[in-house]
């Protein structure tokens, strides 16, 4: 064996072995964090819902690894809310055992329930970076129960606001900070646990990072990390010269801002692409809206890092350097980057639609990275009331399941929650049964329901619940008016809507934003979601996997005829081939002309 | 006392294990695997009666096999379909809607593996208290048969919403189907007595997959070990961590998921017994993933949901299995310079074809077995025993080439590889003991597998982990493990309920109908049973928790709220190291009876500590601080008690142990090797 005494393994700062193994460790504390914080919340929006994420962030707030569960969105800005801190109290404000609460939204800008936890961490009593976490809470108070609404026209009415509060400071709880919190929430249970849970998973991670300082030296880990900058941003900027430049347009448009029902909301959006850089402008972003659509904070930042890693550099750590190349150019006042008090239950309703937007542009320069529009609506569905059994008042939340879109080699894949969610998972029915007054009936496939192509999208679901105690009904719908659409002449999928038929009445009553509904008892729900776009023109899908769609029910006869142009012989599976040449001859000239 | 043997049928080899007291203990037999069942229980059990053991005069036969994990992966079974409440035919393909790739746009599922021109609804329904709110239609049911048979299916999975509560509904159904149609049917109550439907349904469809495959297989090995002269007892391993009769393996065997790697966890509890550890860490390593697992008074943790191909995309179990972590990081590891420009260790491997570099069969790529080579822990005259040489020059190459793309060293990419490999290690070992709430440091690591003890002195330092005991025959240690295996069965209810609020005579006379059937069913297990012995749990948690904590109860007297609500406090603060502030309810989600039939097992050889010690060889080996002249020892020359000072290196046939340096190694009076770990970085 040729090995000599003198090429022993030297650590130095910018190895690329070392840096590896650096990286290793800070992920393995981030998944050590996110452990200890899924097993002890006490909501099923974290424990379930995986609604959080954990990050660790560098002394200036900047991003160096996350848990491998975080949610997308909610890391890519984590930074954002803890460097108010900074600004507010300085470094030398900032001790060890200090433990931050934020969710204020003139700077967070998302909905109040999402509450970020964060800790500093010290070594040799200098600030070397903090541990951050933001998870969605139950409850913050505000006009409904849950805190999410439909209507409202400031963010006052969404709940109570905690701009960088210490709830600890040097080790010791606050306990004016905890009262006040214990009677400003319909649920102080769950949301004092799933604090605590936020609490005790940023403190081990404190610990643990400055136990991995004391073993390798700061030197040495911070140099790793500037490394590990260095080489994420060169990866990202690669990956963009090999796109070509250009200014990509797109342009969509919301329903309605969820008070004025009948005005949709023009979105249009340009991506550039110039060199190594990635920029997207939002310069024509309608204005802030009266009712809750809006976002602020760096959301619009935000929503284009996940766009652009999703599509562009999906392998590898999400760092701050990934997105050194990524901006954005937006004025103040837009519906993603609202200001004075602007409402934002429903911010992230906006931003699925936002995040297609975006993939929509991209496809004109890498037709083969992004996939056709998704369901894209949160679908966000809450009911709520009082338990006759507990005689405790109770509230549900989830969001639905849908379509997604055609991907450039296969059909979209369904059901799924949305772009923006991650390792989310819907709640059984077995479990909302056992713990709620409620009856889940049905939920199955909706035939049709995917935008049709030579790949077809994903299909929507129909979910019935049927309420014997009667509820009330938050829900949130969108893309009923601008339906998730199809790549390449692919077809549009059917939109998601809610249906509510009361038991003493015969007709339905649609709705696709509705807040605080009445249900009687007895009454029936009916949520659709939507499906995903279809990708390429649909006379081109070979005739025996729209045969195959049909025998499995996801596509009617006549979809089979009207969408793809099959015609299958009555009664049977059988091809009726003249007539399918006819007709798709037929769609092929329409398309073609 | 009496004989038994254990056969663990792997994908490449086959191992045989046998133990007779009366004619001087253990006896190891390896055969490559066959196709056909009854040829391997033949084979095996023929090499067996060659090397002396009395086949005849065995009452136990353990077998181990991955016909169910092999069938699930390739997706070679019954045609099956699946009958539902009416309303939840898609439960199957629905899921959970969760894509836990999340920045992947392509991301999708595996596919469900009934289509859903197969899969049919029936009107009934039982509420969440298991009252009938409305009766199964069993006209419906008719014409679904009809329809079954004439679609041309092997096997059926019954799944109805609540069935866990009352099954009266699904019992029906499977009786009627069943006999309508001639095919294996299974319902899901009798695999999962827990809520949520998605896991329990594809429990069933799963286990209705795999169930005529495994039945014939079963038959078909008994066959071939009655050829072979056995006359008594068959059992299966089962994943839970004991064995299982061979008639309950064929009508629930989805229960044989994990049937090997139990073997190795019973034979690490057993060890850890026979060492004073009843709280040890199994870890096991081969050619492509290391797996961890965690003991815990002498029993291997299993989980409440196991995913069948991995949860990323895989299919969810709601059965018990032995909580395995897995992670890929193996000998075919493959070293990469990945899109950032840095070093990345697997998850991609090499297999056993072309396998490493230095195993000459065309493999070009460095793995971490190369990096082992390359460093001088390897022989490459004394592979497997010196079975197999490997080829030192193409490790080098392998090495070489990766250096220059990194522009270092190779003896610091080695390393590097080394060290990548163990992070990922650790990993597993992490996932499976603080995401149960344990501190790794707490427990002593118990390695084998044919590279476990090559890294477990370097994953226990990575974890805070003081000392590693390798057993004897690391690399037979399945089949070895499963002599010990005892006779298991787990059920379990749903009871979901404060605990303030539930009749507790009534609770404890469920508990006591659970175990007394249990016992039952055990004493009709096997003539070779001579104890029962039950444990009950309570999975608790905080009123509006998801994550439960697993109580055991003492047996016997009658519950109090008050006194299960204290056992779960005590608990959650030994497990998070605090009780909530918030004034919270526990709830009592579940009842589990775990039962063991306990039948005869090998008693330990000691070795004989008054001969002396043949010297070590020395070769150059190198750690993290370069190449040193390293002691090579074999291991049947070491001695009860002689300590063994790192850098060192222990070899024997299908393993080589690995002694870092500032460790102390020891060999106790049953020939284990004890280390003990230094603190600090491997």
Same mark, same amino acid.
């Given at each position: 064996m040729n090995v000599t005494k003198t090429a022993a393994f030297a650590r130095s700062a910018n190895d690329p072995i070392t840096i590896s193994i650096v990286q290793s460790l800070m992920v393995a504390i981030m998944d050590e964090c996110e452990i200890n914080l899924s097993r002890t919340a006490l909501s099923p929006l974290i424990y379930e819902g995986k609604d959080y994420c954990i990050g660790l962030l560098d002394r200036q707030t900047r991003t160096i690894v996350q848990s491998r569960g975080s949610v997308p969105t909610f890391m890519s800005d984590l930074g954002v809310p803890v460097a108010d801190a900074l600004e507010l109290y300085g470094e030398e404000g900032i001790h060890p055992g200090d433990v931050f609460m934020m969710n204020y939204a003139e700077i967070c800008g998302q909905h109040l329930n999402n509450m970020v936890l964060y800790a500093p961490v010290h070594h040799e009593d200098k600030l070397v970076g903090f541990i951050a976490t933001r998870a969605h809470w139950t409850d913050v108070g505000g006009m409904t129960p849950g805190s999410a609404s439909t209507n409202s026209t400031e963010i006052f009415q969404e709940g109570i606001q905690f701009r960088t509060v210490k709830i600890y400071k040097r080790g010791e709880v606050c306990p004016e900070i905890m009262r006040m919190l214990r009677h400003n929430t319909r649920y102080p249970e769950l949301v004092i646990g799933d604090m605590e849970a936020q609490i005790a998973a940023v403190e081990l991670g404190r610990r643990r990072y400055a136990a991995l300082i004391e073993n390798y030296g700061w030197d040495l880990i911070s140099s790793s990390i500037d490394e590990l900058w260095t080489r994420s941003e060169a990866l990202a900027r690669e990956r963009i010269r090999a796109l070509p430049d250009g200014t990509y347009s797109a342009e969509a448009f919301l329903d309605d801002d969820g008070i004025d029902l009948e005005t949709p909301i023009p979105l249009k959006l340009r991506v550039i692409i110039d060199g190594d850089s990635f920029t997207v402008d939002y310069s024509d972003f309608p204005p802030q809206t009266k009712g809750p659509m809006n976002s602020g904070g760096n959301v619009a930042e935000s929503v284009a890092r996940v766009a652009f890693k999703s599509a562009v550099v999906p392998e590898g750590p999400a760092t701050q350097a990934t997105f050194a190349p990524v901006k954005v150019i937006i004025p103040d006042g837009t519906i993603l980057s609202a200001k004075n008090n602007a409402p934002m239950s429903l911010w992230t309703v906006s931003i699925k639609t936002v995040v297609d937007l975006i993939y929509l542009a991209m496809s004109q320069a890498m037709p083969d990275s992004v996939p056709a529009a998704h369901h894209g609506s949160m679908g966000v569905y809450s009911f709520s009331g009082v338990n006759s059994e507990t005689g405790r008042t109770y509230s549900t939340a989830d969001t639905v399941l849908g379509g997604w879109g055609a991907r450039p080699d296969a059909d979209g894949f369904s059901p799924l929650k949305t772009v923006t969610h991650g390792d989310t998972k819907q709640v059984a029915a077995e479990v909302e049964e056992v713990l709620f007054p409620l009856v889940v009936e049905k939920h199955e496939w909706i035939p049709d329901s995917a935008g049709p192509g030579e790949f077809r999208g994903g299909l929507g679901l129909k979910k019935v619940y049927r309420l014997p105690e009667g509820a009330r009904l938050v829900g949130a719908f969108e893309r009923a008016k601008c339906p998730p659409w199809g790549l390449f002449g692919g077809g549009s999928a059917k939109p998601g809507t809610i249906f509510v038929k009361q038991p003493d009445e015969d007709e339905w009553h649609q709705f696709q934003k509705i807040t605080a509904y009445p249900i009687k008892p007895g009454g029936l729900v009916v949520l659709l979601s939507g499906g995903g776009g279809g990708r390429g023109f649909a006379w081109k899908r070979p005739i025996e996997k729209v045969v195959a769609d049909v025998r499995a029910g996801y596509v009617s006869r006549k979809g089979a005829a009207d969408d793809y142009g099959v015609i299958l012989n009555a009664g049977s599976l059988g091809v009726d081939i003249e007539a399918t040449e006819q007709r798709r001859q037929q769609m092929q000239a329409q398309t073609t002309i | 006392m009496a004989s038994s043997i254990a056969i663990d049928i792997g994908g490449t080899f086959t191992d045989v294990s046998g133990f007779d007291p009366e004619r001087g203990g253990l006896w190891f037999e390896k055969t490559p695997t066959t196709l056909r069942p009854d040829e391997g229980a033949l084979t095996g059990l023929g090499k067996l009666s060659k090397a002396g053991f009395d086949v005849p005069a065995a009452l136990i036969l353990k077998h181990g096999t991955t016909v169910v994990i092999n069938s699930i992966l390739e997706r070679d079974g019954a045609r099956t379909a699946l009958v539902t409440t009416q309303g939840f035919r898609d439960v199957l393909e629905i899921g959970r809607g969760n894509r836990p790739e999340s920045f992947n746009l392509m991301y999708s599922r595996d596919p469900a593996f009934v289509p859903r021109e197969l899969r049919f609804e029936v009107p009934e329904r039982m509420d969440a208290k298991g009252n009938i709110a409305v009766a199964l239609d069993m006209a419906a049911l008719e014409r679904i048969a009809l329809e079954i048979k004439e679609a041309g299916v092997d096997a059926i999975a019954v799944s109805f919403l609540h069935a866990y509560r009352n099954p009266v509904h699904e019992i029906a159904a499977a009786e009627y189907l069943a006999k309508a149609t001639g095919c294996f049917v299974t319902a899901s109550h009798d695999l999962s007595g827990e809520y949520r439907e998605y896991e329990r349904t594809s429990t069933a469809a799963l286990n209705a997959f795999v169930g005529p495959k495994a039945g014939r297989y079963v038959e078909r090995f008994k066959t071939g070990a009655e050829a072979a002269g056995f006359t008594g007892d068959l059992y299966l391993m089962g994943s839970a961590g004991g064995v299982l009769t061979a008639d309950e393996a064929s009508r629930?065997?989805? /229960? /044989?998921?994990?049937?090997?790697p139990v073997g190795g966890a019973a034979g690490a509890a057993e060890i850890g017994k026979l060492t004073n550890n009843p709280n040890v860490i199994a870890f096991d390593m081969g050619g492509t993933t290391a797996k961890t697992v965690m003991i815990e008074n002498g029993e291997a943790a299993v989980t409440p949901v196991y995913y069948a191909a991995g949860y990323n995309r895989g299919h969810p179990v709601q059965a018990a299995v032995l909580d395995i972590v897995e992670v890929g990081a193996g000998g075919g590891s493959i070293a990469a310079v990945n899109e950032m420009g840095t070093l990345s260790v697997g998850p991609r491997s090499a297999g056993s074809v072309p396998g490493p570099a230095c195993y000459g069969n065309g493999g070009t790529e460095a793995t971490v077995t190369d990096a082992n080579l390359y460093l001088g822990r390897l022989d490459a005259d004394n592979f497997l025993g010196g079975e197999m040489r490997l080829d030192v020059a193409a490790a080098e190459r392998a090495i070489n080439e990766l250096a220059e793309k990194l522009g270092q060293t190779p003896l610091s990419v080695a390393l590097g590889i080394l060290r990548l490999a163990t992070l990922t290690m650790a990993s597993s070992v992490r996932m499976a003991t603080l995401e149960r709430g344990?501190?790794?440091?707490d427990f002593a690591m118990i390695a084998y597998g044919g590279a476990g003890p090559l890294h477990a002195a370097a994953v226990a330092r990575e974890m805070g982990i003081s000392r590693v005991i390798i057993p004897g025959h690391p690399g037979h240690f399945c089949a070895y493990g499963m002599l010990f295996a005892d006779l298991r069965s787990d059920v379990a209810e749903t009871i979901g309920q404060p605990v303030s609020k539930i009749d507790m005579a009534g609770l404890t006379a469920r508990i006591a109908a659970m175990v007394e059937t249990s016992r039952e069913e055990m004493g009709r297990?096997?003539?070779?049973?001579h104890e029962v012995r039950t444990a009950i749990f309570a999975d608790m948690r905080y009123q509006n928790q998801e994550h439960t904590l697993s109580v055991r109860l003492p047996e016997g007297g009658t519950l109090t709220d008050v006194a299960l609500r204290e056992l779960f406090e005590e608990a959650y603060r030994q497990r998070y190291g605090r009780s909530t502030a918030a004034d919270l309810a526990v709830d009592l989600v579940s009842i589990r009876v775990a039962t063991t039939g306990i039948g005869p097992r090998p008693e330990y050889a000691r070795l004989n500590p008054t001969e002396t010690p043949e010297k070590p060889r020395n070769r150059t080996v190198s750690f993290a601080d370069g190449p040193v002249d390293c002691a090579i020892w074999q291991r049947e020359d070491l001695r009860a008690d002689t300590p063994v000072d790192g850098p060192a290196i222990i070899e024997e046939g299908a393993s080589t142990t690995v002694i870092l340096p500032g460790d102390v190694a020891r060999v106790d009076e049953w020939g284990n090797i004890h280390i003990d770990i230094a603190r600090g970085e491997a």
């Open positions: - | 629930r065997p989805i /229960l /044989l998921i994990e049937s090997g344990y501190d790794p440091s297990a096997g003539t070779s049973i």
